[in-house]
């Protein structure tokens, strides 16, 4: 069987849609040819890969980009025969593979990947936009077989958009477990002297400085956190366009001897940061229509035996098992987050236990490996 990825995102790029496709394409190549579509700028990394990486467009116009992805979907399928497309994106990678093979003549088997956010817009945009769109999406998506929609929330979405549900396999996110498995002692020293961490609680969000994902909200807590446990300093780990608005409100709030920006780290050192943790905080809220759908930061602080806050939205109630991996919070209470952060900074059995519990979740249900050979059997080799 040879499955053919179309996607928007691909290491090393960061992303959510990026991760996924990645893992399906490691994972799969050990039963599948597989070829990846995607953009990058660094093509180093595509050597001895168990699976062929071509490039699409990354940058120029959208148009150009949309054009350049169709003419280098439609060679890869005159080229050679393609059993399944898997499409990460219905919108940045759908409509070129449409475009490319309007007909559906040259593809047996249409699978569409849906992570929420792109989904989610069709039913929260204003008026004509609304309208556009799903028209849009209902043409770009005509010819699909099945639809993977990575957690429950997202096929509750698929539904409201009214296709059928025999149509949607649910599957949910995961984690390379492995690359938390074993943190290096030298890396982790490294982390705590960087920040001097010794003898402080620490609380971490990783993720990208966008307003989603509510780092203004655990800023706006912090003065109550301090109140009851006054060691504590908040990591941010991560880039993005909401920095310089995080560091002013750190100041105006008077927490910002308390929060350190580490902006993007090295992905040797991801496992450390969150080893150096004692809670992971990402009270995520929907922003304009765009929500999270799952969080596969809440996977990784588990695979860590960390136990998390997130906000009660999107698909994070899946990710955190509420009140046994986690806790759920209003994302807008900066009370509430507060109380959450406190209760865990300091009751070390109750976050130990919610850690631990965390973790054998996450080997037992959401390793990547496992997810990935689900997903070849019931979505893609039919």
Same mark, same amino acid.
């Given at each position: 069987?040879?499955?053919?990825?179309?996607?928007p995102?691909?290491?090393?790029?960061?992303?959510?849609?990026g991760?996924?496709?990645?893992?399906?394409a490691?994972?799969?190549?050990?039963?599948?040819?597989?070829t990846?579509?995607?953009?990058?700028?660094?093509?180093?990394?595509?050597?001895?890969l168990?699976?062929?990486?071509l490039a699409?467009?990354?940058?120029?116009?959208?148009?150009?980009?949309?054009?350049?992805?169709?003419?280098?979907?439609?060679?890869v399928?005159?080229?050679?025969?393609?059993?399944?497309?898997?499409?990460?994106?219905w919108?940045?990678?759908?409509?070129?593979?449409?475009?490319?093979?309007?007909?559906?003549?040259?593809?047996?088997?249409?699978?569409?990947?849906?992570?929420g956010s792109?989904?989610?817009?069709?039913?929260?945009?204003?008026?004509?936009?609304?309208?556009l769109l799903?028209?849009l999406?209902?043409w770009?998506?005509?010819?699909v077989?099945?639809?993977?929609?990575?957690?429950?929330?997202?096929?509750?979405l698929?539904?409201?958009?009214?296709?059928?549900?025999?149509?949607?396999v649910?599957?949910?996110?995961?984690?390379?477990?492995?690359?938390?498995?074993?943190?290096?002692d030298?890396?982790?020293?490294?982390?705590?002297?960087?920040?001097?961490?010794?003898g402080?609680?620490?609380? /971490? +969000?990783?993720?990208? =400085?966008?307003? %989603?994902? &509510?780092?203004d909200?655990?800023i #706006?807590?912090?003065?109550?956190?301090?109140?009851?446990?006054?060691?504590?300093?908040?990591?941010?780990?991560?880039?993005g366009?909401?920095?310089g608005?995080l560091?002013k409100?750190?100041?105006?709030?008077?927490?910002?001897?308390?929060?350190?920006?580490?902006g993007?780290?090295?992905d040797?050192?991801?496992?450390?940061?969150?080893t150096?943790?004692?809670?992971?905080?990402?009270?995520s809220?929907e922003?304009?229509?765009?929500?999270?759908?799952f969080?596969?930061t809440?996977?990784?602080?588990a695979?860590?035996?960390k136990?998390s806050?997130?906000?009660?939205t999107?698909?994070?109630?899946?990710?955190?098992?509420a009140?046994?991996?986690?806790?759920?919070?209003?994302?807008?209470?900066?009370?509430?987050?507060?109380?959450?952060?406190?209760?865990? /900074? +300091?009751?070390?059995? =109750?976050?130990? %236990?919610? &850690?631990?519990?965390?973790?054998r #979740?996450?080997?037992t249900?959401?390793?990547?490996?496992?997810?990935?050979?689900?997903?070849?059997?019931?979505?893609?080799?039919?």
């Open positions: 069987m040879h499955v053919l990825i179309v996607t995102e691909f290491p090393p790029q960061t992303g959510g849609i991760t996924h496709c990645f893992e399906m490691t994972h799969w190549s050990s039963r599948a040819e597989i990846v579509l995607a953009p990058t700028g660094d093509w180093r990394h595509s050597r001895n168990p699976y062929r990486l699409t467009p990354a940058g120029g116009s959208r148009l150009g980009r949309l054009l350049g992805t169709r003419r280098e979907v439609g060679r399928l005159r080229e050679r025969k393609v059993d399944v497309v898997y499409v990460a994106h919108r940045a990678s759908g409509i070129a593979v449409r475009l490319a093979d309007p007909l559906r003549r040259l593809v047996p088997r249409y699978v569409q990947a849906v992570h792109e989904v989610l817009m069709l039913l929260t945009r204003p008026g004509a936009s609304k309208v799903r028209c999406f209902q770009a998506t005509r010819h077989d099945a639809f993977v929609a990575l957690g429950a929330y997202q096929g509750q698929l539904e409201r958009l009214a296709v059928d549900r025999r149509r949607i649910v599957s949910p996110e995961g984690v390379d477990v492995s690359r938390f498995e074993h943190v290096d030298t890396v982790l020293g490294e982390v705590r002297a960087r920040h001097d961490l010794e402080r609680h620490v609380m /971490l +969000t990783v993720s990208r =400085l966008v307003e %989603r994902k &509510g780092h909200m655990v #706006r807590a912090l003065p109550g956190i301090l109140d009851a446990v006054p060691d504590t300093v908040y990591l941010v780990v991560g880039r366009p909401r920095e608005f560091r409100l750190a100041h105006e709030t008077g927490v910002a001897a308390n929060v350190v920006f580490c993007a780290v090295p040797r050192e991801l496992a450390a940061y969150y150096a943790s004692d809670l992971f905080v990402m009270p809220r922003v304009d229509g765009d929500i999270e759908g969080g596969i809440f996977m990784e602080a695979a860590c035996g136990p806050v997130g906000g009660r999107g698909g994070i109630a899946e990710a955190i098992s009140g046994e991996t986690g806790l759920l919070v209003d994302p807008g209470s900066p009370d509430e987050i507060a109380d959450a952060a406190i209760l865990l /900074l +300091t009751d070390a059995d =109750l976050a130990n %236990r919610m &850690g631990m519990a965390g973790k #979740r996450v080997v249900d959401f390793q990547y490996v496992q997810i990935a050979e689900d997903l070849l059997d019931r979505a893609l080799d039919q």
